[in-house]
């Protein structure tokens, strides 16, 4: 997809890091663009921030864990546009680091439910309505490198964005037919505002939670980030990715070796299981016949 020009471009978290460079850089290149932000504060500077770039931003407060509020979002969007979200960047998140095995229910939900459940609200409220616009377009979603590997001290995060990451992946096939294109973005170290993510959780899952928000810790993560990719550069990378309609954007390569180490040592795990290729063979070419029948009984129901 290489025609910006006059698209709607619906971004959550665009007030901030990641989401507002995305904003800069799709309005710069003519894309008419709503940010979506849980803080009306931020949302009110980014606005500002954007005018003085010559990019007339629509504001939206929404927290992306409520369903509703994210359709009324994109009704409001819509209207303001008089034409259909063609442009979706998931976004939004958070992070919060503690011990796996001290955390709380509500730290679970906490995460989970911005960074995959607020993903999967986007795809239910956007993908129905993008297919029927007929348009085509594309969606990205961000999820991180913390999504290929568990982590003991951000295991909660990590599995969000492997959630992200594989549902991605479906998407990517199922949508492909409608035109609409799929990438996932998986960041490293960005310079954003993410060391101050606890600010953004709701007190009504605050209490008790383990994560760490000692002030010395906050600020090495706050140094951490400083140094990260740049979020104009990062939605560089985006726009490339979408120009080329990339599955995923992998544009921290200080992580692969990384990465190539960890699928590595996954595959090596089947190697006690070399014993009986035939039944393998078998198995496989059942599975292969299976596939096939699934498929003709979807063409022809
Ligand atoms: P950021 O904190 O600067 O921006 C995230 C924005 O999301 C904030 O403006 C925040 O208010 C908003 N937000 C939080 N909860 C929300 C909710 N429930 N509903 C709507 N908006 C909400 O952080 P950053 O770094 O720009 O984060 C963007 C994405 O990048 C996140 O998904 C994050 O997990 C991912 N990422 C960031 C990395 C980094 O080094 N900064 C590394 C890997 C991934």
Redesign the pocket.
């Known amino acids: 997809m290489e025609d910006f020009e006059d698209r709607v471009a619906f971004i959550?978290?665009g007030?901030?890091?990641?989401?507002f460079g995305q904003a800069r850089v799709f309005g710069a290149a003519g894309c008419r663009i709503a940010i979506?932000?849980?803080?009306q504060d931020?949302l009110d500077d980014a606005v500002a921030t954007l005018a003085t770039q010559g990019i007339d931003a629509f504001p939206v407060t929404?927290?992306?864990?409520d369903r509703d509020a994210y359709a009324r979002a994109a009704d409001a969007v819509e209207d303001h546009f008089d034409a259909p979200v063609t442009l979706l960047f998931n976004?939004?998140?958070?992070?919060g680091f503690g011990a796996l095995e001290e955390a709380t229910y509500a730290d679970f939900d906490w995460i989970l439910g911005?960074?995959f459940g607020?993903v999967v609200n986007g795809m239910q409220t956007f993908v129905p309505r993008m297919i029927a616009a007929g348009r085509g377009g594309h969606i990205v979603s961000?999820a991180?490198?913390?999504g290929f590997e568990g982590n003991p001290t951000a295991g909660i995060y990590a599995a969000s964005k492997a959630a992200v990451m594989n549902l991605m992946e479906s998407y990517a096939i199922a949508l492909a037919p409608h035109g609409i294109g799929v990438s996932t973005l998986c960041?490293?170290?960005?310079r954003?505002?993410?060391a101050n993510?606890l600010d953004?959780r709701p007190d009504e899952l605050a209490s008790g939670s383990s994560f760490r928000d000692d002030p010395r810790f906050i600020d090495a993560q706050r140094r951490l980030?400083a140094g990260?990719m740049d979020p104009i550069e990062l939605a560089g990378h985006v726009r490339t990715a979408i120009e080329e309609n990339l599955l995923y954007v992998l544009p921290f390569t200080e992580t692969r070796e990384g990465v190539r180490a960890h699928f590595d040592r996954v595959l090596s795990f089947y190697d006690a299981y070399d014993t009986d290729p035939a039944a393998a063979d078998g198995r496989a070419r059942a599975f292969l016949r299976y596939r096939e029948e699934a498929q003709a009984l979807r063409e022809s129901p």
Not at 15 to 19: D, L, V, Y
Not at 36 to 39: G, L
Not at 62 to 65: E, G, P, S, V
Not at 187 to 190: D, E, F, M, N
């Open positions: 959550t978290g007030a901030s890091g990641a989401g979506a932000d849980v803080r931020a929404l927290d992306i864990r976004t939004a998140g958070v992070n911005v960074n607020g961000v991180s490198m913390a960041p490293a170290s960005v954003s505002d993410i993510a953004r980030y990260g």
